[in-house]
C-alpha cells in the first residue's frame, strides 16, 4: 500500500505538482489493495505562487507550519 501511494506521489511530482494535502484520507484502496492519491483541491504547481496555511495540520510538514514555502519534499 505504502508503494501505491509512493508511485503516485511520484507521478505528482515528475509532473511538477505539489499535493499539499496528502493524508490516509485522501488515499484511496480497491478490493485488490492497490492504492491511489485522491483530492487535488489544494494541489499546485509547484512553479506558482502558492498560499499558505491550507492543508490539514496534524500531516502538514514542520517546515510549512513554520511559516516556510511549500516544496515537493514537505509533500
Not at 484511496?28 to 483541491?41: P, Y
Request: proline share 3%; no cysteine.
Amino acid at each position: 500500500m505504502m508503494y501505491g501511494a509512493a508511485k503516485g506521489m511520484n507521478y505528482l511530482h515528475r509532473l511538477g505538482i505539489i499535493h499539499r494535502d496528502l493524508k490516509t484520507g485522501n488515499l484511496l484502496v480497491d478490493s485488490d489493495w492497490s492504492v491511489s492519491v485522491a483530492d487535488f483541491g489544494l494541489s499546485r504547481v509547484s512553479d506558482k505562487l502558492m498560499t499558505r496555511g491550507v492543508g490539514t495540520p496534524i500531516y502538514t510538514a514542520p517546515e510549512v507550519l513554520a511559516g516556510n514555502s511549500y516544496t515537493l519534499k514537505a509533500d
